[in-house]
């Protein structure tokens, strides 16, 4: 079992920059794809990033590219989003999430039914 535990969020002014931080508990973390969504009121929950376990490679989504960064470190059992020039409409609940071990060091997941474990949720809003 993995347990997911998100921080960091909070009130920032546009343009401003926040970084989330994921912590896991349970084995194997560092066989595991990450991702992070959001999911903002009266909207569905939608992908933002996602990294392969070795930490080798990511993707976003359009809408936040060049401004979100997500990395990891396994040595800590911790997945980071670094989002940059915030905006209003970034304003959301975040989750990060965990898919169950893989064996390629390169694959990672964009589907939220790919992933079988999240965290609670970290509310980040954006004021203009």
């Known amino acids: 079992q993995v347990q997911l535990v998100e921080s960091g969020g909070g009130l920032v002014q546009a343009g401003g920059s926040l970084r989330l931080s994921c912590a896991a508990s349970g084995r194997a973390f560092s066989l595991s794809p990450m991702g992070w969504f959001r999911q903002a009121p009266g909207e569905e929950r939608h992908f933002v990033a996602a990294?392969?376990?070795?930490?080798?490679?990511?993707y976003y989504g359009d809408s936040v590219k060049g401004r979100f960064t997500i990395s990891r470190d396994n040595a800590k059992n911790t997945v980071y989003l670094q989002i940059n020039s915030l905006k209003p409409e970034d304003t959301a609940v975040y989750y990060c999430?965990?898919?169950?071990?893989?064996?390629?060091?390169?694959?990672?997941?964009?589907?939220?039914?790919?992933?079988?474990?999240w965290g609670q949720g970290t509310q980040v809003t954006v004021s203009s």
């Open positions: 990294v392969s376990r070795s930490g080798s490679t990511t």
């Open positions: 999430a965990a898919t169950l071990p893989v064996p390629s060091s390169a694959y990672y997941a964009t589907r939220d039914v790919d992933y079988q474990y």
